[in-house]
C-alpha cells in the first residue's frame, strides 16, 4: 500500500528498542512471580531466575541475539529471546517472503516468548512480534493460550485481553486475527487445535508506519498485563500424576507444531539462526501415549 516507507534506520532502531525492553520487562514479571509461591511449587527449590546467553550470526557483531531462559519452581522452563538478523536469504527460501526475489537481502528483529509452567494448572503460553524488511517492510507476530486444562474464565480473559489491543486500532482486527490464529495453530495430522487460541498477524503493512508499530506493542503490552495474571490465578493449586501426565502429552502436542509447522523455527533455521535460541520452545519433557 501507499504511505510511509517501512524500514528505515531509525524504524529498525526503534523496533529492536522495544522488543527488547519488552524482554526485559516480561523477565522481571516472571522473576516475580517465581517468588510469590506459597503452594507445592515450594518443593521445587528457590526461586528461578533467568539466566542470558548472547550469540553472534556466523560470528558477525551487531548480528545476532540474546537468549534468556529462566528454569525455575514455577517455570520449568520459560524463554524470552530478542534477536536482530541480517543477510541474505538462500536461493530456494527468496520466493516464500514478500520482496526477496527482487533482492534477497533481509533485516528481522523481534522478540518470542514460551512459557512451560510446572504444574499443569498453569496454562503455557506463548507470544512473538517481529518486523522483517525485504524490499518491503511489515509486522507480525501473535499470542496464543494452550492450557493442559482449558478454563473458560481463563480463554475469556486472554482474548478479552487480546480484543482490547485490537479493538484500539480497527475493530475488525479481532475476528480476522483469531480466525488466522485457528487455522494456524492446528495439528491437520492430529484433527486438533494446539490450543484454545488467541490472535495471529503477519504482513502488517498498512501504509502508516507508526500506527502499525503501536498495534504491536499493544499486542506485547496485552501479554504481558494478562498471562501473569492467569498464572498467578493458578499458582498455588495442587495437582497429581495424572495431572502431569496430560501435561506432558499436551506439550508433545506443542512439540509436534513447532517442529512440522511453525514459520518462525523454519525463518529461523533457513536464515543460519542459532539452533539452541530457535528451539527454545520446546519444553524439557513430554510424552506421547
Not at 558477525?60 to 541480517?86: C, H, P, Q, W, Y
Not at 514478500?98 to 518470542?112: K, N
Not at 498471562?227 to 495437582?239: G, I, K, N, Q, T
Request: hydrophobic share 40%; glycine share 10%.
Amino acid at each position: 500500500m501507499s504511505g510511509d516507507v517501512y524500514g528505515t534506520n531509525d524504524q529498525k532502531a526503534a523496533a529492536r528498542a522495544w522488543f527488547e525492553a519488552l524482554r526485559d520487562r516480561l523477565c522481571a514479571e516472571l522473576e516475580k512471580i517465581e517468588d510469590e509461591v506459597r503452594g507445592p511449587a515450594k518443593d521445587f527449590g528457590p526461586p528461578g531466575h533467568f539466566v542470558r546467553t548472547p550469540w553472534l550470526r556466523k560470528g558477525i557483531e551487531g548480528d545476532g541475539g540474546t537468549m534468556a531462559v529462566l528454569r525455575g519452581r514455577v517455570f520449568e522452563k520459560a524463554g524470552v529471546n530478542v534477536s536482530t538478523v541480517a543477510g541474505e536469504f538462500s536461493e530456494e527460501f527468496r520466493a516464500r517472503i514478500p520482496g526477496a526475489t527482487q533482492d534477497p537481502r533481509f533485516w528481522a528483529s523481534g522478540v518470542s516468548v514460551v512459557k512451560n509452567p510446572r504444574s499443569p494448572k498453569v496454562p503455557i503460553a506463548h507470544m512473538n512480534t517481529r518486523f522483517i524488511v525485504t524490499t518491503k517492510g511489515w509486522f507480525g507476530g501473535g499470542a496464543d493460550l494452550t492450557p493442559v486444562f482449558p478454563l473458560a474464565g481463563d480463554t475469556a480473559d486472554f482474548h478479552a485481553a487480546l480484543k482490547a489491543a485490537c479493538d484500539r486500532f480497527d475493530p475488525a482486527w479481532y475476528a480476522r486475527f483469531k480466525k488466522w490464529c485457528d487455522e494456524y495453530f492446528y495439528l491437520p495430522h492430529r484433527g486438533e487445535a494446539r490450543g484454545v487460541g488467541g490472535i495471529f498477524y503477519d504482513e502488517l503493512a498498512g501504509g502508516d508506519f507508526a500506527r502499525d508499530f503501536a498495534f504491536t506493542q499493544a499486542v506485547g503490552e496485552a501479554f504481558l498485563d494478562v498471562y501473569p495474571r492467569l498464572a498467578r490465578r493458578h499458582l498455588d493449586e495442587s495437582w497429581t500424576e495424572a495431572d502431569r501426565q496430560v501435561q506432558l502429552i499436551k506439550r508433545g502436542r506443542y512439540v509436534e507444531f513447532n517442529l512440522l509447522y511453525d514459520r518462525g523455527t523454519l525463518f529461523g533455521l533457513k536464515t543460519g539462526g542459532n539452533t539452541e535460541a530457535i528451539l527454545m520452545s520446546l519444553p524439557p519433557l513430554t510424552a506421547w501415549p
